[in-house]
């Protein structure tokens, strides 16, 4: 097994130094930080932290525990009032998303503030909402706030883009002058941000759940772009393009930005002194790459990374250490593409010459090789060898080339140091993204 060490690089945020996480090339691939049967957070790796990191994360977990509490608390006053003691099933759905007929007319209109009365319904005490839901209509008293496992699971969430969708309706509900419950529509806003800024992990980044949920929801998460997308709403708001949040709320979002960035830059995995790319999850206290479910296993994620390099061209003035970051991801997605090869959320992978270039879900750290799993976790490297994982998940992603062609103009104002910028066209290609089955 390979042995994991660390590069230091201070977060600047009052507490323990993060790290990018290093590999020796000659490994297949590096020991996570935590053994895979020991919680991310347990006590005993929080209590092995230095005092200052300590102080942070132990905070933090009490801000989880209030939080949940919380949560659950109000279900408990809703079912006694009712006389019941289970929840009542929510109804599933794909999930809540701004669709382009949501215009300011028609937020203002009667089924527009239809839809902001039974939106509200269904934020949840701690101010976040959750997945795969049917917010179409109220949620009536003693009904679940979700519909995964027993109705607490993925409460709330950030997965699948929730919570951020509906943040980002009510901004745009507020802008369009359409309030539809009064001061309730802009404190549901405010909640929603404020759930969001108390969600942020002391390293920077963000789980995909939160109150905690355990396991890889623990980790900081980078898959279907979690992070990415918080932190890019988040910016609108301490920029003052969504919903025209209080002063001292901008602030507090411009803070969480800069420590997400700190973050992102720290969570750049680096193979013999050279970064790369970002896994999926990665240890919410060393920071190192580790596994999610049975088939994502530990490795460099092309779709999740291509992302993380457009929010970190995105920020107005990238010091010496993103600009770094950008110019190495970038090269590594030079290197890695793959020619000769069509893929299709539906129909699959298939041998094509002439193709556009596409990019591995997951490559090996070390070796960049495309890795693939079925559910029994057995890492393979022919998409071919798949079964119970060949459909349902993105193996393959496009999203690089448009990162790429944002770095060749990026690049222009911003040359690595020493060298010109690189001017080799990148293909245009159709974007092919379709969400996992979650």
Same mark, same amino acid.
């Given at each position: ?174 802008? /369009?002058?359409?309030? *539809? $419950?009064?001061? #309730?529509?802009? %404190?549901? @806003? ?6 969001? !800024? &108390? ?120 010091? /010496?250490?993103?600009? *770094? $970051?950008?110019? #190495?991801?970038? %090269?590594? @997605? ?6 000769? !090869? &069509? ?96």
């Amino acid at each position: 097994m390979a042995r994991l060490r660390t590069a230091s690089l201070t977060l600047g945020l009052g507490l323990a130094a993060c790290t990018a996480p290093r590999v020796d090339a000659q490994a297949p691939a590096p020991r996570p930080a935590a053994d895979a049967s020991t919680p991310l957070l347990a006590p005993a790796r929080i209590a092995a932290l230095p005092a200052d990191a300590r102080a942070a994360w132990e905070a933090y977990l009490a801000t989880s525990r209030a939080q949940r509490e919380l949560d659950r608390e109000a279900m408990r006053r809703e079912l006694a009032a009712l006389g019941r003691e289970r929840m009542a099933p929510a109804s599933k759905h794909a999930g809540f998303r701004m669709q382009k007929t949501m215009t300011a007319e028609w937020l203002r209109s009667d089924a527009g503030r239809a839809q902001t009365r039974a939106l509200l319904t269904w934020q949840t005490p701690s101010g976040g909402w959750s997945k795969r839901l049917d917010m179409s209509a109220p949620r009536a008293p003693g009904t679940a706030f979700g519909t995964e496992g027993d109705g607490w699971s993925y409460v709330p969430t950030i997965d699948n883009d929730a919570t951020i969708e509906q943040v980002r309706y009510l901004g745009a509900a507020l802008a /369009a002058g359409a309030p *539809a $419950a009064g001061d #309730a529509e802009r %404190a549901a @806003f405010e909640r929603g941000v404020a759930y969001l !800024l &108390r969600s942020q992990l002391p390293s920077g980044c963000f789980p995909q759940v939160f109150p905690l949920q355990g396991s890889y929801h623990d980790a900081a998460t980078f898959n279907d772009d979690a992070t990415a997308n918080v932190l890019t709403l988040l910016r609108d708001v301490a920029d003052g393009r969504l919903g025209a949040a209080p002063p001292e709320t901008r602030e507090r979002a411009a803070q969480a930005v800069a420590r997400g960035v700190e973050c992102i830059v720290a969570s750049q995995v680096v193979v013999d002194g050279v970064r790369t790319a970002w896994g999926q999850q990665h240890d919410p206290l060393t920071l190192a790459p580790i596994k999610a479910r049975s088939y994502e296993l530990v490795g460099l994620a092309g779709k999740e990374s291509a992302n993380l390099l457009e929010f970190l061209m995105l920020q107005p003035e990238p010091d /010496a250490r993103v600009q *770094a $970051a950008v110019h #190495a991801a970038a %090269a590594w @997605f030079r290197k890695t593409a793959l020619q000769g !090869l &069509r893929y299709d959320y539906q129909t699959g992978l298939r041998a094509e010459a002439g193709a556009p270039p596409v990019w591995a879900r997951l490559a090996e750290i070390g070796t960049d090789r495309a890795i693939f799993s079925n559910r029994d976790g057995v890492k393979l490297y022919d998409w071919n060898q798949l079964t119970d994982r060949r459909s349902g998940y993105a193996w393959y992603s496009y999203e690089p080339a448009s990162a790429l062609r944002r770095y060749e103009r990026w690049a222009r104002t911003h040359p690595a140091p020493g060298t010109a910028p690189a001017a080799v066209p990148t293909p245009r290609v159709t974007k092919q993204q379709s969400p996992d089955a979650r």
